[in-house]
């Protein structure tokens, strides 16, 4: 341990009194740690300066350069990672991959306050930002609440969902002494054989955009007292269209893509002012993200305005050496990422936090990285700590986290009942009737560990001796609300990527589940994946895994109707099984309620869910999104459309109109409205999605074949009517114009649109071309 005192903490040891006047006069003597746990009168250590200005101005360069690291830690026990503090001067920590400290969320509260004590007091007396995986809820501690994974938050189509969900989570987060979530993931959902699909939110730029927009909006708010979380908008950009669906590997993106599609949801979240943005983890176009000042400087600072701390992904400077082989070692590239524009490295140990230290100051020192731009770093990561309160205020009151973890059990039920998709329904073997008799069969019956998915509790999700969030299986929901018999057959985890798990249907299962099947009144098919993160869930095979098509098979041709509910991260299923199913359910990873599936499939409540992506029915039809160009071939054919998703009752629509129909200036009316008569023609109440799109043909450049403008959902009584207003920005229209490169500025073309809502379609006339906002994505 280093025995300088250094200038900030030397600051704050005068103002607490914990070092002598001696002491302040001979300037190298160490404090002891019995010293340092008597400030004053014995309170806890408190930041000697909220200035930012006034802290910078008393760093060394290498304080500054430790303002630029965040490591990933394993313990709160100071005594194991003092070097991070005393050596490296480190001004975050993370505990990545949803593995803390501890999995008692009072335990960490109170560690990580001791922790931050030790940092002020035998560090450099400034705090750290701690930061989580919050992908789908705080779900790092017992009992905590997992929301439905991302892309089943995409079938809610509801941004103040989204936003109570993120909310609570800014909260949970917060209460376990946490500053700052890995959230919202704002890459568009292009290639399912992708294992991060399920943390997109959909494949449309401006539903993502607006969902992930609430999420920033949600976890920075927080609740009135504690005010939530640092938000991080990831990750900048098009990660999620790896060119071979692997995770990581690298994209080639048409620039006009990038700013017509990819950018889009970035620049909408950003708007929303989130302190921090996470880089993407991959290459664009031949350059790691990380090394690309075109991305990191012109396009997130000088043209989109973000003024908050750019963070890297796990290892991502070591990679652009190890996996990108783009740097020749890692002085290079941490030259190549700072110059670009990363404020911060994550980093995994302290081996590379020593490394990348060690190849900073000698970057500095050479001045290959300027004194300038360490500044204008550690400055952001210090307003960080500012913005969150930590420069007054570093602890958090462990007392709170019981209270807060497990909460918003009724959003999370909520989510799973809106996002539930009913894709198939045929002879209406769904809903279910209290009275019939039941088989519940399938990998997923009975799972908290596949119903929540990846990123819970551990990086690739539960493990047989984790703590566990609270939760309610399928099959504890249909038992709850059935009267009649069920008949459970729990048959083996689903196949998991990570474990090398693949469960397999025996014999003796397989003859047990025919037999009940023959006698039952329905038979419910709970089939699917098991959890994964990241690489481990890339696949090249989107039909179900063998034993499951064996078990569909073995029931199809029964007497019995036979229902399919798939819990899954992304469209998994062929038309070859799905067309032996009479039902057909998507669920999602349904997170902790996932005993709220039965209050949809018994009719309780009506599928709210519609789907956020185009499934394509197999790799071979990869890639498949909604809103690519023509000719639409015939091979391309969907599975089920983006959007797709039926009610338990019928709905008609009439009488489309667009306000105003014809535009002189795009650039200064703003937005318009499609407004359409939604009329319940069923028997049963149930939730309409009123969803504008548009069309457009014969433009300077190929417009997409259809594209979503916004949409609202209206709940409607049996014969009831309503009318129902969609806005929507005229920017939702724009184009890049110009040749092959597509590098100009986009704009908004005169001509005849086409908007089309719930069959209905009307006209929309643009009387002039305008030019927008030069600002890639300001198009939304």
């Not at 070092?19 to 404090?31: F, K």
């Not at 705090?127 to 789908?136: A, N, R």
């Not at 409607?716 to 309503?722: F, I, K, N």
Request: glycine share 10%; with cysteine; net charge negative.
């Amino acid at each position: 341990m280093s025995e300088k005192i250094t200038h900030s903490r030397r600051r704050f040891l005068q103002a607490t009194g914990a070092l002598g006047a001696a002491a302040v006069a001979g300037g190298s003597e160490g404090v002891s740690a019995r010293e340092m746990q008597a400030y004053g009168d014995g309170s806890r250590p408190a930041p000697p300066e909220t200035d930012v200005e006034a802290i910078l101005a008393e760093m060394s360069v290498e304080e500054k350069i430790g303002q630029m690291i965040q490591a990933n830690v394993s313990t709160v026990d100071a005594s194991e990672i003092a070097s991070l503090f005393t050596d490296y001067h480190v001004g975050s920590l993370l505990t990545g991959s949803a593995y803390p400290p501890s999995r008692d969320p009072v335990e960490l509260a109170k560690g990580v306050n001791a922790l931050q004590e030790y940092a002020i007091g035998e560090g450099n007396g400034v705090p750290f930002v701690y930061g989580l995986d919050t992908v789908h809820g705080n779900v790092t501690v017992e009992g905590a609440t997992a929301f439905p994974h991302n892309v089943g938050m995409g079938a809610t189509r509801d941004p103040e969902l989204m936003a109570t969900a993120a909310r609570h989570t800014g909260d949970s987060a917060s209460a376990i002494g946490a500053h700052w979530g890995f959230a919202p993931t704002s890459g568009i959902a292009r290639d399912p054989r992708w294992g991060r699909f399920y943390e997109t939110l959909s494949e449309d730029p401006h539903l993502t955009g607006e969902l992930g927009a609430a999420a920033v909006r949600g976890l920075q708010e927080g609740d009135a007292e504690h005010g939530g979380v640092a938000a991080s908008v990831k990750h900048f950009a098009a990660y999620s269209e790896p060119q071979n669906g692997d995770d990581r590997s690298p994209a080639r993106i048409p620039v006009r893509d990038l700013v017509e599609n990819h950018f889009v949801p970035h620049h909408m979240g950003l708007q929303e002012e989130p302190l921090t943005v996470m880089i993407n983890s991959g290459s664009v176009n031949g350059v790691p993200a990380h090394a690309s000042s075109w991305l990191l400087t012109d396009v997130l600072r000088d043209r989109m305005g973000f003024e908050g701390l750019a963070v890297s992904d796990w290892n991502d400077f070591h990679r652009m050496v190890e996996m990108h082989e783009y740097a020749p070692d890692l002085r290079a590239a941490v030259k190549a990422g700072v110059n670009a524009g990363v404020d911060m490295a994550m980093l995994s140990d302290l081996t590379h936090v020593e490394e990348f230290y060690t190849a900073l100051r000698g970057l500095v020192e050479a001045g290959e990285v300027s004194e300038s731009r360490i500044d204008e770093a550690a400055r952001r990561s210090l307003e960080l700590k500012a913005e969150l309160g930590l420069l007054d205020d570093p602890y958090v009151d462990p007392t709170r986290a019981p209270d807060v973890v497990g909460g918003a059990k009724d959003a999370a039920r909520e989510a799973v009942r809106e996002s539930l998709t009913l894709l198939k329904n045929e002879g209406d073997a769904l809903p279910l009737a209290p009275t019939q008799n039941v088989v519940l069969a399938g990998p997923n019956v009975d799972d908290v560990r596949a119903q929540c998915g990846g990123w819970t509790i551990g990086w690739q999700g539960l493990h047989a001796d984790d703590a566990k969030p609270w939760a309610t299986t399928i099959a504890e929901g249909v038992r709850s609300r059935a009267i009649g018999g069920v008949a459970v057959h729990e048959t083996g985890y689903a196949f998991n990527r990570w474990s090398d798990d693949e469960w397999s249907l025996d014999a003796e299962t397989k003859a047990a589940i025919v037999a009940d099947a023959k006698t039952a009144d329905r038979v419910v098919l709970v089939l699917g994946e098991g959890p994964y993160a990241e690489g481990f869930g890339n696949t090249d095979e989107l039909a179900l895994p063998a034993a499951q098509r064996e078990l569909v098979d073995a029931v199809a041709d029964l007497d019995t109707e036979v229902v399919g509910l798939l819990v899954a991260g992304r469209p998994r299923g062929t038309s070859e099984t799905l067309a032996k199913l009479d039902a057909f359910v998507m669920a999602y990873y349904p997170g902790s309620a996932g005993g709220a599936v039965a209050d949809v499939l018994y009719g309780d409540a009506d599928p709210g869910g519609r789907l956020a992506f185009r499934w394509p029915d197999g790799v071979g039809q990869v890639p498949n999104y909604y809103n690519q160009y023509h000719p639409a071939k015939d091979n391309a054919d969907a599975l089920f459309e983006f959007g797709a998703g039926q009610s338990y009752t019928e709905f008609a629509f009439s009488d489309l109109t667009v306000s105003p129909s014809t535009v002189a200036d795009a650039a200064s009316a703003g937005t318009a409205t499609a407004s359409v008569t939604v009329t319940n023609t069923g028997d049963r109440t149930g939730t309409a999605l009123a969803e504008a799109c548009y069309t457009e043909a014969y433009g300077s450049v190929q417009y997409p074949r259809r594209k979503r403008l916004g949409s609202e959902k209206v709940e409607l009584a049996p014969g009831r009517s309503r009318r129902v207003t969609v806005e929507f920005p005229l920017a939702a229209l724009a184009v890049v114009p110009g040749e092959v490169p597509g590098d100009a500025d986009p704009v908004v073309e005169a001509g005849d649109f086409t908007v089309e809502l719930g069959g209905e379609t009307t006209t929309l006339t643009i009387a002039e071309t305008v030019p927008l906002d030069p600002t890639p994505g300001a198009s939304r």
